[in-house]
């Protein structure tokens, strides 16, 4: 059975099984053989009224499989007449699954899940027959059972390309088959073969069937009998699927039309319809530990034989590269489209694309359909449908690229449904709420977005399970449907529908196996559901559990976190507890007693970590609409406690009283949230509170501008997430007291927007009566203006920051956005506003009214003074607001709809006198009805093109200057076109219509000429092309901001000529300097980084200020500052007086107007312009940070004096670019990590360190004598860049430049050493060329974009080259006399390669250059002629790192592979007039050798021979490679991620550190090597701590991640010992205990466990720091007794919340005692970004002093006695400390600060030092053991230091 031969060419099943002897098989039921009186030959008959208990099963035994591995599954049966059948196969997948595919004639409809599919089977018929005439023209429907005339049929079964298009899924081989009743069977057979039954062996030759081309003839044995002379046709059945050639679903299995003599589908499926399947579903990484003894090497791949790249590409032929784009689809998101009077059916496909848009709809074939949705079944099955594949036959079409041409990107927009639901993630990064039919997913930080797709009408109900990997969402409408998605990859898992409307409530398991719904049934009355969704992640089907239907009314249904069987609602009257068994729902109230009357809006359980409470314990707690507050003994099911919620008391100019918890009249609450320490409740006057758990006062509140619809807490209480009825979204930061809103949103439809595309500002006007200005970047609402009246219509200024807009009333008002004032104010219009628009000079404005008037106004004066008013000129009616009017691109011409809606007018746009009228009803002479005009839209590149939309779903080109049709295309959309716009550069064009977005070709000039996107779940009011033409806006329910996908039209390369600090003039389309050019002339305003949002007025109580009604309101983004409740602060100074406005609003959310603390309001300049980063890796970034150096930090002035000596720097900083040098001649090697220049000795090991810059230094570069090196690193405080120049020799310093504003991206010496250059990055592109004598700046030149590297020629001192995003630039310095020039001359990359950057170069002597592109190319150029030769593809990824030595070339790419090249046969080529390819030329391009690396390679540097050389990754490794004899050394290691902690041996032999990426590696003290690494993947390691034994054999180390576990290894057998799990959070602090009997871990929660060393067991848990983050815990060696307590050994814990426990313990009693608490007190607020943390240790010297340090009133560090009960010494400190560590000697303390200070103190003078070596905050700092070493930790950069005392 493990060979495949025998299967060839065929496997008849029934034989090879011997099925008659039942030894193999099984039948249950009526199974029997019996002579079939057509075939002439046994059969048999399995029949039963239930199929499912009559059967035929193979094999006999399920745990064994037939291993059948033909592709083609082949069954030849007939189905009963009058009855119904079902077939099972069992199929097994390269996935390691089985997967069932089943058919029958019972299915209704096709279902789908991860683990079977079932298929409808339409059995067929006799031809001519009724049944066959209906089925043929029917779409579906037919399924049922078998007709009459049913006859034998054989059906193949494509089983390898079922399961891939389907599901996805690699085929591997049949295991299983059973056949159910009720069918005759003769045989079955699998193959690899496509045979065609009916065709004899000879005519099988005529027609060249043969095997060896994958087909052939039906087998003798397989056939059916025929009467010579006959049609096999005639009298079978041949059914192929998946088919072609039927108008039916390609779900369902049905009889084709018959073809004699051909053969079926394509016996070769084209590779372009494989690949536009789904991507194949990542797999679950499991949680492992790999122990090495030697951390793992790059291995040499050993070439047999030598592979060779067999052709280079031709530079005249550009290859096409298709993209395929998978989207998502759904049976409810059908709609039909058309194009050029053709029917486009939906292509179905499934999404795997977080970032997706709704639906994309494109055509397929002429005679498309579509399904009509079943409304009476109830199914459940994943999202994914089956994709309609073309036959390879059929000549290809050309259709509109890229495909998708639109991606949805952001999406402005809250609720639409409902308010009430919007969810924390278990990690509290991000928010998930839904806005109408999607549903966002956005990340705090960064506001980014990603959405959830597929529901077809607004969201009703949203739910988390308790790791938050699950959601479930459920929609409005009748049959609610409710999805089931995973959270992280965004993919549906299950759909199914509700028999109920309304669905109002879901709630999930916190373990994800229960889901629970309310809704209303058909009469009305309140129906919960609770589905089994246990299998669902696994691809199991959702089940129903129970079902409930009461007269109850029901708000609110939560599942028990700590039971799954339980349940509790809320309603009207009502507080229910609810619970599941025996398949019943059942429930019982609570006993409300008095308060039965009441309305109740919300229950919530009291969470946390208490899973092991008894259920008589639990509390839950409600809320009502009344203000009560209810806290409910959930085991007795009685009312423990009531409180109320009362209105503020108004007193003394409005000063707000206390709030209270009593009675009298209350506030309504409408939401509450509990955690373990905290109740947030939301109420209808705008506040959310925050409380403690006895409601003693409130903790903090927030005041919002609506009623406070939903709250909820974050999973570690330290958030409060809020929403309001008016469609607001935030959330309050507890710890600092801040409130950051997420987002804002109109509560009614958006009816129109303008786009100021300098400012990138979008302004909306809604049917909510407000008009708004968004930021498109940050999504931030940053002006409201609120009028009584509705706005209709919007336009911007093309030029200024004003905006008109028109409202119902017909007023036209101009708004100026800097003064938030208004600047015009017209009445001309007798009705409503319909159109407002601006011509794009700027000159004039527009206006029309629904009554027919038309204004013409004065654009370049403030009052805008009407200038003429004509009446009855435009169509009335509202239908075409709010784009009535469309002006040319050249402002001259005016066009409208009007004076009749038939008729359409173009005007003089200065003057409004009419030129032309185009009459659109006589156009189509054939139709019965007159066609109205829609829109209308100039196209802006041809302005003799006007477009107009009419009323049958047309779009007609009409001319301008005469008025004749010029192209028309009909059916556009399903419903009449709302909106139509046209790219600048007139190539495509944007039609809406309803809920859809189709994209055009311009010219029609495809036979795909559209493509359609549906995101919106109500019409579409206006869309149109944003100014730079990269983006697409959308407005009806939200606003919807697409990107525009399409490539730029071409445009010319040309040449620059730069010269000393000037541009020589350029042409606009050949060098482009400083933005994008836009059509406009202005160069494009790229957005302003977008600032923190700003915050919400949080205060006490009792400090809380009203303030009166005026011009300016304070919504929720106002910047204010948050405090406690009992501090005494005094209001904000009042805000800027302005002309007040009676009718008007405004609220300006970035310039502060209010009177709430001004100074700490966010500003951004509004035209500031942000370069975009370059898309490629080789242009250096610096990492992010947010800490600046002291200024003040003034370090020691001589070595003699330093308490601290730089002893070693452990690691490579892999972020920087270019940052190593090696001269193998001169012997030189150094690095750079963080800001400190690393000079190493290979052969000793030693180090020396440059020190003098501040930040992340970037590259750097040496001279060919190895005397003079220099270093480029930012300066700091936004100051220009630095650069070092370092003698070697000494190590010191002799000269310091500036220049560029940005980073430095590259640095090169020619060859002679006579110049220096140094190259900006992207946000300063430019070159900088300075003499190496006494680096004076020669010349400097700004570059048209980013330039990524540059290099001189080899033996040409006056040649250099660079490369960028732009293209190859080609630089000679010329010389005359003093002056020095540059000449640059630029060249773009080759068509060939595609819309690439160039990354790298590297000169072949001075004739030949060698560039790579971030695609993976390598592009050899003459430098004479400045012209590309060949092309070749040396990687998968970007290459950015080229080196050339002789005929050998280098190339690194960011897909780790390094590999050497053999060049030679490139020298031979030379440019020809016209160009040939390498096959005719004879010219391969060999790799020599090649090596993974551990990372991206981003510095190399190699001997003259390329021998032997040093290589740097982002991993942060520097490699040895030596070509010759196959070898490679880790030469330096360091981590890549922020190290977390570091700890020494006790013996300081070893050291060992922890990163972020779950790492813990152990390093010689002595020599910094890395000697074993501990991995574990997917989580962090947050702690590490060595044990206190004193034999090197049973050394351990103990470590704490992320998940909460920690692990313990043995070091010298590099194994791991035990794993424990005693957290739920994550591991932030561990400790050994003194004697090592135990181990004490710290939780992120706070609370401590004491863990066993021998079995992992849990002996202790201490809760007393709960709910605040243990910063430190430390055991030393302490008789106890003096302090009255038992214990060989004393232990600290420091807490977040300012709290340090000392304890005294016996472990080996199991005894425990507190021996002291200290609370250390603090101002309430605290100005900064976090508090700095609580740290604490004892003094080695003596253990009674505990040294502390936190926030506090002072910044200070103290000493306190235990023994004295009290501070006995405060050390003052200059800033706040973020580590600690106390010396065993000498008493020194180092304090590590986030200025970047390492600052070391004598404890007993206050005498210090100050050493600032770190480029970023320090994270901790240790000293050894024994005092004498120090290190000290940066995010990544750990520096070693020898202590030399004070």
């Known amino acids: 059975m493990a060979s495949k031969a025998w299967q060839h060419p065929y496997v008849d099943i029934f034989k090879h099984v011997k099925v008659e002897e039942w030894k193999r098989s099984a039948k249950q039921g009526d199974v029997f053989m019996h002579m079939d009186k057509t075939l002439k030959c046994p059969v048999f008959r399995i029949k039963g009224p239930v199929p499912a208990n009559s059967y035929i099963l193979i094999p006999r035994n399920p745990s064994h499989s037939l291993g059948l591995t033909g592709r083609f599954f082949y069954l030849l049966f007939r189905p009963t007449p009058g009855k119904y059948f079902m077939v099972h196969l069992d199929v097994a997948v390269q996935e390691r699954q089985v997967v069932r595919i089943s058919f029958s004639n019972m299915l209704k409809e096709f279902k789908s899940t991860p683990t079977w599919l079932q298929f409808p089977f339409l059995c067929g018929a006799a031809d001519d027959s009724v049944y066959d005439c209906t089925s043929k023209s029917a779409k579906h429907g037919l399924v049922g059972p078998a007709p009459c005339s049913v006859r034998w049929t054989c059906l193949m079964l494509d089983l390898q390309f079922v399961l891939s298009v389907y599901l996805n899924r690699h085929y591997s081989r049949l295991k299983s088959i059973k056949l159910c009743a009720n069918m005759v069977v003769k045989n079955m057979f699998t193959s690899d073969l496509l045979l065609e039954p009916g065709v004899s062996l000879s005519e099988a030759k005529q027609m060249g069937l043969v095997s060896s081309q994958g087909t052939g003839p039906m087998p003798r044995e397989m056939s059916f009998p025929l009467p010579k002379g006959s049609s096999w046709h005639d009298f079978y059945d041949h059914i192929k699927f998946p088919s072609e050639g039927t108008k039916l679903p390609c779900d369902f299995m049905q009889k084709e039309n018959p073809h004699p003599g051909t053969i079926g589908f394509s016996k070769q499926r084209s590779s372009s319809d494989e690949a536009s399947r789904c991507d194949n579903l990542s797999k679950s990484i499991q949680d492992r530990v790999s122990l090495t003894q030697q951390i793992t090497t790059p291995k040499l791949v050993s070439r047999n034989p030598t592979p060779m790249v067999p052709s280079i590409p031709e530079l005249d032929v550009a290859p096409t590269h298709r993209n395929n784009w998978i989207c998502n689809n759904d049976p409810q998101l059908q709609e039909s489209t058309h194009s050029d009077s053709q029917q486009l059916p939906f292509r179905n496909s499934c999404s795997t694309d977080d970032g997706g848009v709704h ?411 407000t008009l708004r200005v968004w930021n498109m970047d940050s999504l931030h609402q940053l002006y409201d203006f609120v009028s009584e009246d509705s706005p209709c219509s919007v336009a911007f200024h093309p030029h200024e920051q004003t905006f008109s807009c028109g409202f119902s009333s017909g007023i036209i008002r101009v708004f100026d956005i800097p003064s938030a004032k208004l600047l015009a104010e017209h009445r001309q219009h007798r009705g409503e506003v319909v159109g407002v628009a601006f011509s794009p000079d700027g000159e004039f404005m527009y206006s029309a009214d629904s009554q027919g008037s038309l204004a013409l106004y004065n654009g370049s004066e403030e009052d805008h003074n009407v200038i003429r008013v004509t009446c009855n000129v435009v169509a009335r009616g509202t239908e075409r607001a709010p784009d009535a009017l469309t002006v040319s691109s050249d402002s001259r011409s005016l066009a409208f709809v009007g004076p009749s809606q038939y008729v359409v007018t173009i005007a003089d746009a200065r003057s409004l006198d009419e030129l032309l009228h185009v009459d659109v009803s006589i156009l189509d002479v054939e139709s019965p009805h007159l066609d109205l005009a829609l829109k209308v839209c100039f196209s802006p590149a041809t302005t003799e093109h006007l477009l107009i939309a009419t009323s049958a779903n047309k779009i007609l080109w009409v001319c301008t200057k005469t008025g004749c049709l010029l192209r028309e295309v009909s059916k556009v959309h399903k419903h009449q076109c709302s909106s139509l716009a046209v790219s600048e550069d007139s190539r495509f064009l944007l039609t809406a219509g309803h809920n859809a977005v189709k994209v055009w070709d311009y010219n029609m000039q495809r036979h795909i000429n559209s493509q359609m996107f549906i995101g919106h779940s109500q019409p579409i009011h206006q869309v149109t092309f944003t100014p730079d033409q990269l983006g697409v806006v959308s407005v009806g329910d939200a606003i919807f901001l697409w990107d525009f996908l399409a490539n730029p039209a071409e445009s010319s390369t040309g040449s620059c000529s730069l010269k000393r600090s000037h541009l020589s003039p350029l042409k606009a389309a050949d060098c482009p300097v400083n933005g994008v050019q836009m059509s406009s002339g202005i160069p494009r305003q790229t957005a302003p980084l977008p600032s923190s949002p700003p915050r919400l007025h949080v205060s006490p109580p009792e400090q809380a200020h009203r303030g009166g009604l005026g011009f300016s309101s304070v919504f929720e983004d106002s910047p204010a500052n948050p405090t406690v409740p009992n501090q005494d602060i005094s209001p904000g100074p009042s805000s800027d007086p302005r002309t007040a406005i009676s009718f008007l609003r405004v609220t300006d959310l970035e310039i502060n107007t209010s009177y709430l603390n001004t100074n700490h309001a966010d500003s951004v300049e509004l035209n500031q312009s942000t370069p975009v980063r370059p898309d490629c890796y080789r242009h250096f970034i610096p990492r992010f940070k947010t800490s600046y150096l002291d200024q003040n930090v003034v370090d020691p002035q001589t070595h003699e004096e330093e308490g601290l000596k730089l002893k070693a720097v452990i690691g490579y900083n892999g972020n920087g670019r270019g940052n190593m040098v090696w001269n193998a001649d001169q012997g030189l090697f150094a690095y750079s990590c963080g800001c400190v220049v690393v000079v190493e000795d290979l052969h000793t090991g030693g180090q020396r360190h440059l020190q003098g810059h501040i930040e992340e230094i970037s590259c750097l570069a040496a001279t060919s004598d190895a005397k003079t090196m220099v270093s480029a690193a930012g300066g700091g405080n936004g100051s220009r860049s630095l650069i070092c120049i370092w003698n070697i020799l000494n190590g010191t310093c002799c000269r310091t430049i500036f220049h560029h504003k940005g980073a430095v991206q590259s640095l090169a010496f020619s060859r002679d050493d006579r110049f220096l250059l140094s190259v900006g990055d992207f946000s300063d592109p430019g070159l900088a060329l300075w003499g190496s004598k006494n680096f004076q700046l020669l010349s400097s030149v700004s570059m048209s974009g980013p330039i990524h590297d540059a290099t001189f020629s080899p033996s040409a001192a006056s040649q250099m080259a660079c490369v960028g995003s732009h293209g190859v630039y080609f630089c000679f310095i010329q010389t005359q006399g003093m002056d020095v020039d540059l000449k640059v001359q630029r060249v773009t990359a080759p068509t060939e390669v595609g819309d690439v950057e160039l990354t790298a170069l590297c000169y072949h002597m001075d004739s030949l250059l060698f560039t790579s592109t971030n695609r993976g190319h390598v592009c050899a150029w003459h430098t004479s002629t400045q012209r590309c030769f060949m092309i070749w593809g040396a990687d998968d990824g970007e290459i950015g790192v080229l080196l050339c030595r002789g005929n050998r070339l280098l190339t690194g790419s960011n897909t780790r592979w390094l590999r050497l090249w053999g060049v030679e046969a490139v020298l031979g080529l030379r440019p020809k007039e016209k160009l040939c390819s390498a096959k005719d030329s004879g010219t391969t391009v060999v790799v020599e050798q090649e090596i993974m690396l551990d990372g991206t390679a981003v510095s190399a540097a190699f001997d003259s021979t390329m021998d032997m050389g040093i290589v740097g990754t982002t991993a942060g490794t520097l490699w040895y490679i030596n070509w010759s004899d196959n070898s490679n050394i880790r030469l330096v290691s360091g981590h890549k991620t922020k190290v977390n902690n570091v700890a020494f041996s006790f013996d300081e032999s070893h050291f060992t550190t922890c990163s972020e990426d779950g790492s813990v590696r ?285």
Request: hydrophobic share 40%; with cysteine; aromatic share 8%.
């Open 359 to 769: 639906v994309y709809v494109h055509p397929e074939d002429e005679f498309g359909s579509h399904r009509e949705e079943s409304d009476g079944e109830v199914f459940c099955s994943p999202v994914p449908r089956p994709i309609s594949l073309t036959s390879t036959k059929e000549p290809k079409q050309q259709k509109l690229l890229p495909d998708p041409i639109l991606r949805l990107s952001r999406i402005i927009g809250f609720g639409g449904a409902t308010a009430r639901y919007a969810l924390w993630t278990k990690s509290g990064d991000a928010v998930v709420y839904p806005c109408h039919a999607i549903i966002v997913s956005m990340k705090i930080s960064s506001n980014q977005q990603r959405f959830f797709i597929g529901h077809t009408d607004k969201v009703s109900a949203l739910a988390f399970n308790g790791n938050t990997t699950l959601l479930a969402s459920a929609q409005t409408g009748n049959n609610s449907v409710v999805r089931v998605w995973n959270y992280s990859k965004g993919n549906c898992l299950a759909m199914f529908q509700i028999h109920a409307h309304s669905l109002s409530c879901l709630s999930f398991s916190y373990g994800g196996g229960i889901l629970c719904g309310v809704g209303k049934d058909g009469h009305n009355k309140t129906m919960v559901v609770v589905w089994n969704t246990v299998n669902v992640s696994r691809g199991g089907e959702v089940t129903i559990l129970a079902k409930a239907h009461t007269e109850v009314e029901i708000n609110t249904m939560k599942v028990a976190f700590f039971d799954d069987t339980r349940m509790v609602s809320c309603g009207r009257d009502n507080i229910r507890l609810w619970r599941v068994r025996n398949g019943m729902l059942r429930s019982c109230p609570v006993n409300l007693g008095e308060y039965h009357s009441l309305d109740f809006s919300d229950v919530a359980f009291e969470e946390g970590n208490y899973w092991d409470k008894h259920i008589d314990e639990r509390t839950l707690f409600a809320s009502s609409r009344s203000g009560h507050i209810f806290e409910i003994d959930y085991g007795r099911v009685v009312v423990k406690n009531v409180r109320r919620l009362l209105p503020t008391q108004l007193q003394h100019a409005d000063r707000r009283e206390k709030l209270t918890l009593n009675s009298g009249p209350g506030i309504a609450i409408n939401s509450i949230s509990v955690s373990s320490s905290l109740c947030a409740t939301g109420s209808e006057d705008g506040f959310l509170r925050v409380w403690p758990l006895d409601f003693s006062a409130v903790f903090l509140e927030a005041e919002h501008e609506g009623a406070v619809s939903m709250v909820s807490l974050s999973s570690d209480s330290h958030q409060v997430l809020a929403a309001t009825s008016t469609g607001n979204l935030g959330f309050l930061d507890v710890s600092s007291r801040e409130y950051n809103t997420l987002m804002r949103s109109h509560t009614d439809t958006v009816l129109g927007f303008s786009v100021d595309g300098i400012r990138r500002h979008l302004t909306t006007a809604s049917s909510d009566g």
């Open 1562 to 1846: 152990v390093w010689l003290t002595s020599s910094y090597e890395l000697v074993v690494q501990f991995q574990v993947l997917n989580q962090a390691c947050c702690c590490v701590c060595w044990s206190p034994s004193p034999s090197k054999d049973s050394t351990c180390i103990a470590a704490g991640y992320g998940d909460g576990t920690l692990r313990i290894f043995r070091v010298a057998t590099t194994e791991m010992e035990i794993k424990m799990h005693p957290h739920h959070v994550a591991v932030v602090s561990i400790q050994y205990s003194a004697n090592g009997h135990v181990i004490l871990s710290a939780g992120k929660n706070g609370v401590i466990a004491v863990s066993s060393t021998f079995n992992g067991e849990t002996l202790r848990v201490v809760r007393d720091h709960k709910g605040a983050p243990i910063t430190t815990i430390q055991c030393v060696n302490e008789q106890c007794q003096r302090f009255g307590l038992e214990g060989d050994e004393m232990w600290l814990a420091a807490s977040a919340d300012r709290r340090v426990s000392v304890w005294a313990a016996d472990w080996s009693k199991e005894q425990c005692d507190l021996l002291d608490w200290l609370s250390f007190p603090a101002p309430p607020y605290f100005e900064g970004d976090s508090l700095p943390p609580s740290l604490a240790s004892f003094c080695p010297a003596d253990h009674d002093l505990v040294a502390y340090t936190g926030y506090g009133a002072e910044k200070e560090l103290s000493f306190y006695s235990l023994v004295k009960k009290q501070i006995i010494k405060k050390i003052a400190l200059p800033h706040w400390a973020t580590c600690l560590s106390l010396s065993s000697r000498s008493q020194l303390v180092a304090v590590g600060s986030k200025e970047r200070v390492l600052k070391l103190i004598k404890s007993t003078s206050g005498r210090f030092q100050d050493f600032s070596q770190h480029s970023d905050s320090l994270l901790t700092c240790h000293f050894s053991p024994s005092g004498t070493l120090l290190f000290s930790v940066a995010y990544n950069e750990i520096l070693l230091w020898e202590v030399q005392g004070l």
